[in-house]
C-alpha cells in the first residue's frame, strides 16, 4: 500500500515539480511560458475512498497557485484543471470498485451529465490560448456542475 501510495505521489505531483522545474529554468520557454496541470475536482471536495488521490490532486491545487506567483516574473502563467468524473481508461479503475446504484449515483451527481476527454481537452486549450493571458494561478472547475450542489 506505500509503495502504490508513493507511485500516486510521484505522478501526480512529483512530476509536475520536476517538469516545471526544468520548464523554468532560462531558455527553456517562450516569453510568454503557460503550463496547465491536470487536477481534479476531488482535490477539491474530497472523494471517500480516494484519501490519497484526493490529497495528491488538493496539493496540486495548491502548488498551482505558489507557482503562478513565483514564475510570473518570467511571465510564465500556471493554471490547473479540475474535471469531474470523466469515463477514460483510468477512470475504468474507479468504476469496477463501484456498484450499478454507486455508479448511477455518481453519473446524477453531475447535472450536465458526464464529460467527455474532448471538453477537458478544450478548457486546456483555452487556459494555454493567448486570449487567456491575464490568467493565472486558478483552477478551472470543468465538471458538469458537480461541485455547483
Do not use: C
Not at 479503475?93 to 446524477?108: C, F, V
Amino acid at each position: 500500500a506505500m509503495k502504490k501510495m508513493e507511485d500516486m505521489i510521484q505522478l501526480n505531483l512529483t512530476s509536475g515539480i520536476a517538469l516545471v522545474k526544468a520548464l523554468s529554468r532560462k531558455g527553456n520557454h517562450s516569453p510568454s511560458g503557460s503550463v496547465v496541470f491536470m487536477s481534479s475536482v476531488a482535490g477539491l471536495t474530497g472523494e471517500a475512498g480516494l484519501s490519497v488521490y484526493s490529497a495528491t490532486k488538493g496539493a496540486l491545487i495548491s502548488l498551482t497557485r505558489s507557482l503562478a506567483l513565483e514564475l510570473s516574473p518570467a511571465k510564465i502563467r500556471v493554471n490547473a484543471v479540475a474535471p469531474g468524473y470523466v469515463p477514460t481508461d483510468t477512470a475504468e479503475n474507479i468504476r469496477k470498485i463501484l456498484s450499478k446504484d454507486q455508479m448511477a449515483t455518481l453519473i446524477s451527481a453531475h447535472p450536465l451529465g458526464l464529460g467527455t476527454p474532448l471538453d477537458v481537452a478544450y478548457s486546456v486549450a483555452f487556459l494555454l490560448a493567448e486570449t487567456a493571458r491575464w490568467i493565472t494561478g486558478i483552477t478551472l472547475i470543468v465538471d458538469g456542475g458537480y461541485t455547483a450542489q
